[in-house]
């Protein structure tokens, strides 16, 4: 699914072409009860169009009104269908995208040392698979031997192939993908059907969407409005009768319609739709509405240090001679000591001695040198190179070694371990000849801008905490630096689900990334839990979203489009229970000023006719779902602020809003229908 299909207009042509079809579809009485107030709305077409026909074969009189009355009855209802269907067909969408990415591939599965080849509809779980460059991952799976470069654009987007390999937390492969280099063998975690791809499909097209507790809530009180509303209109007819004034059923159908919250019960099912829909554009897929409902509500989020805060890889930043020593010389000495290091901190020490003293690493096979490789056991390496004898490594490893040669470690050179501890960084002590020539400070370095985002959630009111298997001195200099509010050091698996128990027995939502097996059992814990879709399928299981782009600073995405939701909802449905002041201005009047000539002061819009201020008002009340479909689809813009804050704007905006603009748009649509003579 590439970038561009994902993030398609909001009224593409094709997308526009289907839920047109679909607003029809879902006339649907069955699909229409899941709306209680639009299923109202619909009961009233159906009445007025069975009495419009009624009447007109027995009395043309005011049948050019009842037939307006009742065409715009029935545009409310399809506006409402439209606004829905426009949700769902931009994730259809992206589901056919997603659906040309799933193909019948053949798969070569391993059986008893040979290779079978087989369609991948035949492949279970369990069923172990290799496949070479250029060939599709057949099936969802872990990568059990070898490592590969994977084009994964099909899903994510992104051109830029990832690596996968066996073992560690990159091991999780999808099916569809195509393996670009290098051979594979996959063990397969999914049966036809079941897999990652079919699971997106199904979310994007919203099939298996259900109402989140919110939604529910909301739902049960546009019906009990609803409710009040029938009521009262139903009782209004006697008293207008009593009053010499009986009122059309197609006037009270009108009132109760437009009295009826039909401006959110329209537009509430999209406004679900398209939150997840804002999730997919970020490249993250959430199992469900709660889980992007509660995101919105996340009070704390968890987040690894390792690759998440920092880049990952400790990178050599200093070094620190020992007294005596020049620090050009410890360099030279440090780099010789590297050239066979291919870990990232090795490689960082010779850049290091190159870019600051000019030391150009020299060609191995030059040297007629000997390595010693890194051992758990002496916690050191070195190199062994015309007479000189050179080892790195901790500093208790060093002081060791140091005794050996009846050699000690000076003062300063503790006093430089410490500082760099302290500091959150990670010491290595050089020695060459049993000489301490001084000390290399390796620094986790903190990504770029993470101060910034952490500034972004605290202003959110979210609190972030570090988990680090680092000592809690190293820990607290890295959160220092970092800025988020909190730490937990040394933490196992069991303190990450000690921890978010703490804070939700204290009542507040946590969110969490993760990527590995042992993120797991916290992952399913967590509220809000984002599993990376590089990490492990235990994870991605355990997770109630997904993030195809493996980036875990998405969270602070993943919260804006939660908030973004519920503001939307919320903001919306002020608007739509405000709109009703204008018109009761417009249609009371309408109905009793000629038996109670001072309701006429109710009047203040001037309409031209109570059948004009009928009209307007019904014709208002089914453009105005038009109107708001880009804002239910696209979301509420959403700035950080406090909660009071959000809702003194909320009621400026769309409360205040929504008393001034009915007003307004009223007292156009009379001028309009007068001009027309419609009414």
Not at 123 to 147: F, H, K
Not at 197 to 218: F, S, W, Y
Not at 448 to 457: A, I, K
Not at 665 to 670: H, S
Request: with cysteine; net charge neutral; charged share 20%.
């Amino acid at each position: 699914m590439s970038t561009h299909t994902r993030r398609r207009s909001l009224f593409d042509r094709k997308i526009v072409s289907r839920a047109l079809v679909e607003a029809f579809v879902k006339l649907n009485p069955c699909l229409m009860m899941r709306n209680p107030v639009m299923f109202v709305v619909e009961i009233g077409s159906v009445l007025t169009t069975i009495l419009l026909f009624t009447r007109t074969s027995t009395n043309h009189s005011g049948s050019g009104f009842n037939l307006q009355i009742t065409l715009w009855l029935w545009f409310t209802v399809l506006f409402a269908n439209f606004a829905e269907a426009m949700a769902e067909g931009r994730g259809k969408a992206q589901a056919d995208a997603l659906r040309r990415a799933k193909s019948e591939t053949t798969a070569f599965r391993v059986v008893k040392g040979d290779l079978e080849e087989v369609p991948s509809s035949q492949l279970r779980i369990n069923d172990v698979v290799r496949v070479a460059a250029g060939q599709m991952i057949p099936g969802d799976g872990e990568v059990i031997e070898g490592i590969a470069s994977v084009d994964e654009s099909a899903i994510t987007g992104e051109s830029a192939p990832v690596i996968r390999e066996a073992g560690g937390d990159r091991s999780a492969v999808t099916g569809g993908t195509r393996v670009l280099s290098d051979i594979i063998t996959v063990r397969i975690t999914s049966n036809p059907g079941e897999t990652f791809l079919d699971r997106m499909i199904a979310l994007v097209e919203g099939a298996e969407r259900q109402k989140t507790p919110n939604e529910i809530a909301l739902n049960i009180l546009l019906a009990g409005l609803t409710i009040i509303f029938l009521l009262a209109v139903v009782t209004l007819q006697p008293l207008a009768i009593y009053s010499s004034a009986p009122q059309t059923t197609f006037v009270l159908i009108s009132l109760l319609v437009c009295l009826i919250p039909t401006t959110i019960g329209g537009l509430l099912s999209a406004i679900g739709i398209a939150g997840m829909d804002r999730l997919v554009q970020h490249n993250v897929l959430a199992t469900s509405g709660r889980a992007v409902e509660a995101a919105g509500d996340v009070n704390t989020l968890l987040l690894d240090k390792t690759g998440t805060i920092t880049i990952g890889n400790r990178q050599a930043t200093e070094f620190i001679p020992a007294p005596g020593v020049e620090a050009q010389a410890l360099a030279d000495a440090a780099q010789l000591s590297s050239l066979a290091d291919e870990t990232p901190e090795g490689r960082s020490i010779v850049v290091l001695a190159k870019e600051k003293y000019g030391l150009r690493g020299r060609e191995l096979g030059q040297l007629n040198a000997e390595f010693i490789p890194f051992s758990a056991n002496t916690r050191m390496s070195g190199i062994e190179v015309d007479g000189r004898s050179i080892r790195k490594g901790a500093v208790d490893a060093i002081a060791s070694y140091l005794a050996q040669h009846a050699s000690k470690m000076p003062v300063e050179v503790y006093s430089s371990v410490e500082a760099i501890a302290k500091s959150g960084g990670t010491p290595l002590v050089v020695a060459e000849n049993g000489r301490p020539l001084g000390v290399i400070h390796l620094k986790d370095i903190v990504k770029g801008g993470m101060r910034e985002r952490f500034d972004q959630l605290r202003a959110m009111g979210i609190r972030t905490v570090m988990i680090t298997g680092d000592n809690p001195l190293t820990a607290a200099a890295i959160a220092r630096e970092a800025g988020v509010d909190d730490f937990l050091a040394e933490a196992k698996p069991k303190d990450k689900m000690d921890l978010i128990k703490r804070e939700q027995a204290e009542g507040k939502l946590v969110a969490m990334t993760g990527d590995g097996t042992n993120d797991a059992p916290a992952l399913a814990q967590a509220d809000v839990g984002v599993a990376m879709n590089s990490g492990t399928q235990a994870a991605k299981e355990a997770g109630n979203m997904v993030d195809l782009d493996s980036n875990p600073t998405k969270l602070i995405e993943v919260v804006a489009i939660g908030k973004q939701l519920l503001m939307t909802r919320g903001a919306l449905t002020t608007f739509s229970i405000a709109n009703d002041i204008a018109k009761y201005f417009a249609i009371i009047p309408a109905m009793f000023a000629g038996v109670f000539p001072v309701l006429n002061a109710l009047n203040i819009m001037h309409l031209h006719n109570a059948e004009s201020a009928v009209l307007s008002a019904v014709v208002f009340n089914a453009l105005i779902i038009v109107g708001l479909i880009p804002l239910a689809l696209r979301g509420v813009r959403y700035k950080p602020m406090s909660a009071a804050a959000m809702l003194r704007r909320n009621l400026l905006v769309y409360g205040l809003g929504g008393v001034i603009v009915p007003f307004i748009g009223i007292k156009a649509i009379d001028v309009v229908i007068a001009a027309l003579h419609l009414a």
